[in-house]
């Protein structure tokens, strides 16, 4: 009981129930710099929003190529609840329900907006050295837009003394620091950009660690933003593959978790809200949910809140074995 007497207050004041994981704001707006508001211009841009939109929220690059959803890419006003101008910069607001509906009919994945905090370490090799661009810079705001419209919540280091000693003259040497760096800055994920020296145009590898995983890609573009769109639309097509719910895959499968207080309640009930999470049970012990997924990916997803999984042998008090659903067991 006591529990929920807490719950009420937390619920309302709670800004965030921890640094890992946060919700994405203006998931379903995108915005797109355009040459003019002539009406042409702006209907390819409405298009463009939309590809971009569900890029965003499935992780697919080609879906301009989906005869299921090529009405939309077409015109795609039936899903707009409005749109409107900043000089040439087109804003776009999605409706979400039928968006989502839109990519169930499709039988595409949706990412909720709960996403991984991503720590970007981007290192620019210019006729000074390698530089580092850090919190607060301009170039900073440029890349964390094209984060931003790519979907992908992410944070710059401050560059202080203990940021530029992390980096060195080879950071990839130095990657256990780097991974360890995401501690500092509540973040799920670390991910290291190191761009080229500008030529003709712009190129840059990076490397991803999401917890004990490393993904790694390349891009080249002809502009810094568009650069570093590519790049963190390259983030987001691998961290969808993980997140991604897609409609009737699964199973239903109990989860018990330990070591539960009221902060770790609010932040599993966001984080199990993709996998239509029924709460079960509530005790001393632990909480349980009933919840619809893949065990891979129900997994992956609580690794975000740093809860380890434990073996029905460990758990305090293992379920029966004729419980009937597969039972998980989990705690802090």
């Known amino acids: 009981m006591r529990f929920f007497i807490g719950l009420v207050a937390l619920v309302m004041s709670l800004v965030m129930a921890s640094s890992h994981a946060e919700p994405v704001s203006a998931l379903y707006q995108v915005r797109e710099e355009l040459d003019s508001q002539d009406s042409d211009v702006r209907d390819a841009g409405l298009q463009q929003a939309f590809i971009a939109l ?3 929220l499935t992780g697919k690059s080609t879906i301009s ?15 707009i609840s409005r749109y409107g101008y900043e000089g040439n910069t087109l804003i776009v607001e999605f409706d979400p329900s039928s968006v989502q509906s839109a990519l169930q009919d499709a039988n595409l994945p949706v990412w909720d907006s709960s996403r991984p ?6 290192l620019v090799d210019d006729l000074n050295g390698m530089r580092l661009i850090s919190d607060g810079q301009s170039n900073a705001q440029k890349i964390h837009a094209a984060a931003q419209y790519a979907g992908v919540p992410a944070r710059f280091p401050l560059g202080d003394l203990s940021d530029q000693l992390l980096i060195g003259s080879d950071p990839l040497s130095n990657s256990d620091k780097l991974r360890a760096s995401a501690e500092r800055y509540t973040a799920d994920a670390v991910l290291l950009v190191q761009q080229a020296l500008a030529t003709d145009e712009f190129s840059a590898q990076w490397h991803l660690w ?31 593959e993980r997140f ?4 009737g895959e699964g199973e239903s499968l109990s989860i018990r978790v ?3 207080d009221l902060e770790r309640f609010v932040l599993l009930e966001r984080l199990l809200e993709p996998f239509a999470a029924t709460l079960y049970e509530v005790n001393d012990e632990y909480v349980q949910w009933q919840v ?7 997994r992956t997803q609580l690794a975000l809140a740093d809860v380890q999984e434990r073996s029905a042998a460990d758990a305090a008090n293992p379920a029966p074995a004729h419980s009937g659903t597969k039972m998980l067991y989990f705690s802090w």
Do not use: I
Request: charged share 20%; net charge negative.
């Open 292 to 298: 619809h997924s893949s065990v891979e990916q129900l």
């Open 54 to 56: 569900v890029q965003r």
């Open 258 to 260: 330990a070591g539960v």
């Open 210 to 240: 999401l917890g004990e995983e490393l993904h790694k890609g390349a891009a080249t573009a002809d502009s810094q933003e568009a650069l570093a769109r590519d790049v963190f639309t390259q983030v987001n097509q691998y961290l969808a």
């Open 117 to 122: 905090v991503v720590l970007a370490w981007w």
């Open 65 to 79: 190529e989906s005869a299921d959803l090529a009405g939309y890419v077409a015109d795609p006003q039936a899903l």
């Open 244 to 247: 991604a719910v897609k409609p």
